[in-house]
């Protein structure tokens, strides 16, 4: 099966489409009030398959999945996205144990999506992680392209960094802090 590409977008999908998210742990519930603005809420990837992805973000990555729901005619993500109306869209939104819907996956299964271009990536996500080396041995034995680890210092920690791209040509880069000197 070839690679097929898709678009990450920053952007909300409709909240009709993740109704029933089952967050980790119970949570005080935020209001608009509460955030400050501007707010980034959670990056979107349209992906072919939403049970091969969850394969990486839900059981690799170790984010918690939502209930996953089939999205209305009337969905946002129609326009935005430039879906046609008879494409059946289904999704699924991840959390991390300290915040809910960090991450929204959007199934277009019957649509066939653009293969990846040979060209430098459009975007990427970027997801903190313990045990980065076994998180890459379990990447790479699902056969999806991995780069070589780098270690980097940041403004307030060192940390080892490496990236993968998932089944529909999605740029990830996983990071994990380094133990510090004085530790």
């Not at 979107?44 to 049970?51: A, E, G, I, M, W």
Request: hydrophobic share 45%.
């Amino acid at each position: 099966m070839s690679t097929r590409f898709v678009f990450a977008a920053l952007l909300s999908v409709s909240v009709t489409a993740c109704a029933a998210v089952q967050p980790p742990e119970p949570q005080a519930q935020l209001t608009s009030t509460d955030i400050e603005y501007p707010h980034v809420k959670r990056p979107n990837l349209v992906v072919s398959d939403l049970s091969r992805s969850l394969s990486i973000y839900r059981d690799i990555l170790e984010l918690t999945a939502s209930d996953i729901s089939d999205y209305g005619a009337d969905s946002y993500s129609y326009p935005v996205f430039k879906i046609p109306e008879d494409v059946p869209i289904r999704g699924v939104t991840l959390h991390e144990p300290g915040e809910q819907r960090v991450l929204a996956l959007t199934e277009l299964a019957s649509l066939d999506l653009p293969e990846p271009a040979n060209a430098p990536h459009m975007s990427a996500i970027v997801i903190g992680v313990v045990d980065l080396e076994d998180k890459f041995e379990q990447l790479a034995a699902l056969g999806l392209t991995v780069t070589a680890p780098k270690v980097a210092s940041g403004a307030d920690f060192d940390f080892v960094e490496q990236a993968f791209v998932d089944f529909d040509g999605h740029l990830v880069v996983l990071y994990e802090v380094l133990p510090s000197a004085a530790d």
